[in-house]
């Protein structure tokens, strides 16, 4: 602040008196080079920024951690410091070029938008079981998920009867049940085997085989094959996992490779493009061979990576003697199908894996259970009717043991050290041993209508008319 001066009259002295008091204050306070004169008071000590964090300890030249104030000459006028973060004074003027606090905070970024959570069943290993083709097979998954203490068998398995043409396509009313079981949860899988050509179990001989596959690769299925994509979309399965010409290594189906290989390659890719050009398709195609050489070796008919999402292997307890270790090491066994795969850049799967040769045989479950548990499938299903399976075949009660145990309560997570102590009701009567429709033998004495595979099916089994009921009533 400036002396007091004495007021002149006129307007014009004044202002200049005015003027000359200012430059008194300012030259008040400007001191001297040595310090000795009057100074401001001195602005808030600006604090240093951090010292960057050194693995290896503090960072040298960092400032010290406790500088000591210089105390700033007494103003004429006292002048309250201002703190920092406080706002500046009103009745004074600022200066237009302070330097910003190089510890304020910088304006906090837009939060991300927080990513959607994971799905914990998204990595859970799938399994299931193959326990009828038809409805049955819908209703004895929760019967057997009892069984297995409530553990969560998210695969449904079916098989499309290789008979004739309109079954492979599709007949009405016999996916839709599946359909339904697969949209209950979102998490499950819908596993379906398509045949590749009609007569698939009637030992069609080598030569008309041969024609076939190259008539299949000339196009002339491809409406059959259409026609069953169109369904699946249309009944809201367009994701179903399609096990296409499965065991074409073997010798049992219409649909085998050894006659022509190179046909049968081209006809699969054939049916893999026409079922893909369906829109609204999600399909995901399984190439699924015998395990080992069998009649030809498998690897002959991979029809190549562009037209094969996953690649499985049909894996059952044979041939007789032959011990687990045996069935990883052999030629074209399970320890070459994984690295097939995996050079492949695919998945593997086991869509059918059960006793068979060596009957029940505990340690084949066991085995075979922590092969699947090590190498991660994309699924696998147990083909349980007898002689492979473990809960509706009452003739393994070792074998079913190891996989009751091993699987109790099991959701994808660590399984439980014990099974549950309260024992769910056994399995009901045995399932029909294939996937094609075959109704119940009739009974001794009795000769059967012949009123076709379906009407039957639908019936429940057989009608037949007793022939011996006269010697009943004598």
């Known amino acids: 602040m400036s002396p007091q001066q004495p007021w002149v009259r006129s307007g014009r002295l004044a202002l200049v008196a005015a003027v000359v008091a200012v430059s008194a204050t300012l030259a008040a306070g400007q001191g001297s080079a040595a310090g000795t004169g009057p100074v401001r008071a001195a602005a808030p000590p600006v604090p240093a920024p951090a010292p960057s964090v050194s693995p290896h300890g503090p960072v040298t030249g960092a400032p010290a951690a406790n500088p000591v104030p210089v105390a700033p000459a007494a103003p004429a006028a006292p002048a309250v410091p201002r703190t920092p973060g406080s706002p500046p004074a009103t009745d004074g003027p600022k200066d237009p070029k302070e330097p910003k606090d190089p510890k304020e905070p910088k ?136 096990v296409l010409g499965w065991e074409m290594n073997g010798t049992t189906y219409t649909h085998r490779c050894g006659p022509d290989p190179r046909a049968w390659k081209a006809y699969w890719n054939r049916i893999v493009t026409t079922m893909r050009a369906v829109p609204g398709q999600k399909f995901r195609f399984d190439f699924t061979p015998n395990r080992g050489r069998d009649a030809v070796p498998w690897t002959e008919c991979y029809p190549g990576d562009a037209t094969v999402d996953i690649i499985g292997m049909d894996a059952y307890d044979q041939p007789r003697g032959m011990p687990f270790d045996e069935q990883v090491r052999e030629p074209y066994g399970l320890r070459a199908h994984v690295e097939f795969a995996k050079a492949h850049g695919k998945p593997i799967s086991y869509p059918e894996w059960g006793l068979f040769r060596n009957g029940d045989n505990a340690a084949y479950v066991k085995g075979m259970l922590a092969w699947m548990d090590e190498h991660k499938p994309l699924y696998n299903t147990l083909t349980d009717y007898c002689p492979h399976g473990v809960w509706q075949c009452g003739g393994n009660p070792r074998s079913s043991a190891v996989y009751r145990a091993l699987l109790s309560g099991r959701t994808g997570g660590p399984e439980p050290a014990t099974p549950p102590a309260q024992a769910p009701t056994r399995a009901p009567a045995p399932a029909a041993s294939r996937p094609a429709p075959q109704p119940a033998r009739s009974p001794a004495g009795c000769s059967p209508l012949a009123l076709g595979d379906w009407v039957e099916y639908w019936l429940g089994g057989e009608l037949c008319l007793r022939l011996d009921w006269w010697s009943r009533i004598r």
């Open 107 to 242: 304006d906090p970024k837009e939060p991300k938008d927080p990513k959607e959570p994971k799905d914990p069943k998204s990595d859970r290993p799938a399994f299931g079981a193959y326990l009828h083709y038809g409805p049955a097979g819908v209703s004895r998954m929760d019967q057997l998920s009892r069984w297995l203490g409530g553990a969560e068998l998210r695969v449904g398995h079916t098989y499309l009867p290789g008979d004739r043409w309109s079954n492979i396509a599709g007949a009405p009313g016999f996916l839709d049940v599946w359909a339904d079981w697969r949209n209950r949860d979102a998490d499950r899988m819908f596993v379906l085997n398509v045949p590749m050509l009609e007569r698939n179990e009637e030992g069609v001989p080598d030569h008309e085989v041969r024609r076939l596959l190259r008539e299949g690769a000339a196009g002339r299925f491809d409406h059959h094959f259409r026609a069953l994509a169109e369904r699946l979309v249309r009944l809201g399965v367009p994701d179903t996992v399609i």
